[in-house]
C-alpha cells in the first residue's frame, strides 16, 4: 500500500548516540563486538522506524578471514597493510571454508537482531562486490583513480579475473552464512562502480557480482537480494540482466528513466539525494513524493541514493521516513 523505507548509512554519525560510541571505540572494535553492533544497528530504528533494519558492519569485514587484514583510520578510512599486487599474492589467499569460526561475531549480531526486531521491521545483510573488494585490497586505500588496479587491469587481467574469481566464492559463502544467522534480505554494494567504464564493469564487476548472486540464489532461492551499483548511469542497460531481485538506484539515476528500463515488475531501490535531507521537512517530503512518483507508484523500497552523511539533522531522516509512510498509493 506504500514504497517501505530504509536509508544506507542509517546507523551512522549523524546521530548522537551513535558518537558516543565511536567518539569512544576504534571501528573494528564497534562492528566486531556484537553487543556494540547490536546497538548501533538498533539506534536508527528505535528512533525512526524504518521498514528495514541493517546490521552495523562493513564491506571489508570479510577479508581478514581471507589472510587481507585491515583497519579503519579516523580521517582516512579504511586501510589494507598488505595489499594484493600479483598472482602468488592471490593464490595465497584462504578461503572462506567456515565463518562462524573466522568471523563469530556475525551468528551473534545478526541472530540476536532478529529477535530484538521480532518480525516488527526487516533484517537485512550486506557485502560489498567482488569487485569493489577487489579494487580496495588492490589499491590499499580509498583512491580516486584506483591507478595500481587500472594497470593490473590492463597489464595483468588474469591476476584480476583469478582475485575476483576467489572474491566472489568466498562472498557467496558469506552471504550464505548471514541468512543462515538471520538475515531475511541481504543487499550487494558494488561501491565503487562509478570507476568503471560500461566496457570495464561488464568484464570486471558485474559477472562476479552475479556469480555471488547465482550462488546464493541456488541454496536460498527466497531471499531477497538487492545489487545495488553506485554509479549506474550508463550501465542501467547492463544491470537490466541481473538477476538480483532489487536493483538499488544511486542518486545520479534518474528514477524515471531507469522505471522505463526496467519495466513496470523490477523492483527498485532509491534513489533521493541524500543532501536533500538538510533541506527543510517541506522540501523533503516533496522530494520523496517525486521520488514516490517517478517509481511508479508500486515495486518501489524508498531508499536514499548514497549513505546518510555526517552532520545530517536527524529529525530530517525522522521526516524522510515519515513521508515515506505517508506515501499511500
Known amino acids: 500500500e506504500r514504497p517501505p523505507v530504509w536509508l544506507m548509512r542509517q546507523a551512522g554519525r549523524y546521530m548522537a548516540e551513535f558518537r558516543a560510541y565511536s567518539d569512544k571505540f576504534p571501528f573494528r572494535h564497534r562492528s566486531e563486538t556484537s ?33 587481507i587484514e585491515f583497519d579503519v583510520i579516523k580521517g582516512k578510512g579504511p586501510v589494507i597493510s598488505n595489499p594484493l599486487r600479483s598472482m602468488a599474492d592471490v593464490k595465497a589467499l584462504k578461503t572462506l571454508d567456515d565463518p562462524d569460526a573466522s568471523l563469530p561475531f556475525i551468528r551473534e549480531i545478526l541472530s540476536s537482531l532478529r529477535k530484538e526486531v521480532d518480525g516488527q521491521s526487516t533484517l537485512l545483510g550486506f557485502v560489498g562486490s567482488p ?4 579494487a580496495y585490497s588492490i589499491e590499499g586505500r580509498s583512491d580516486k583513480h584506483l591507478l595500481t588496479t587500472k594497470q593490473i587491469m590492463t597489464q595483468d587481467p588474469a591476476m584480476l579475473h583469478a582475485y575476483l574469481a576467489h572474491l566472489s566464492d568466498a562472498l557467496a559463502v558469506y552471504v550464505c552464512h548471514q541468512i543462515d544467522c538471520g538475515a531475511q534480505v541481504v543487499q550487494v554494494f558494488d561501491s565503487w562502480a562509478h570507476h568503471l567504464s560500461p566496457q570495464q564493469f561488464a568484464e570486471f564487476s558485474m559477472p562476479y557480482s552475479e556469480r555471488v548472486i547465482a550462488a546464493v540464489k541456488a541454496k536460498h532461492p527466497n531471499t531477497p537480494l538487492i545489487f545495488h551499483a553506485n ?16 536493483i538499488g538506484l544511486d542518486w545520479n539515476t534518474d528514477m524515471a ?22 533541506a527543510s521537512e517541506e522540501r523533503i517530503r516533496q522530494e520523496v513524493a517525486n521520488n514516490v512518483r517517478d517509481a511508479g507508484k508500486s515495486k518501489h523500497i524508498l531508499n536514499v541514493g548514497h549513505g546518510v552523511v555526517q552532520g545530517t539533522p536527524e529529525n530530517s531522516v525522522g521526516a524522510f521516513c515519515d513521508a515515506a509512510r505517508a506515501s499511500v498509493y
Open 131 to 134: 569487485w569493489t573488494l577487489a
Open 35 to 67: 553487543e556494540i553492533a547490536i546497538e548501533l544497528s538498533l539506534q536508527p530504528w528505535r528512533a525512526f522506524k524504518p521498514d528495514g533494519v541493517i546490521m552495523f558492519s562493513d564491506i571489508l569485514t570479510p577479508l581478514p578471514a581471507l589472510g
Open 231 to 246: 554509479g549506474a548511469v550508463g550501465k542501467l542497460h547492463l544491470i537490466k540482466s541481473s538477476v538480483a531481485d532489487v
Open 257 to 278: 528513466q531507469a522505471r522505463a528500463v526496467f519495466g513496470p515488475d523490477r523492483v527498485l531501490q532509491g534513489n533521493m539525494d541524500p543532501m536533500y535531507l538538510f
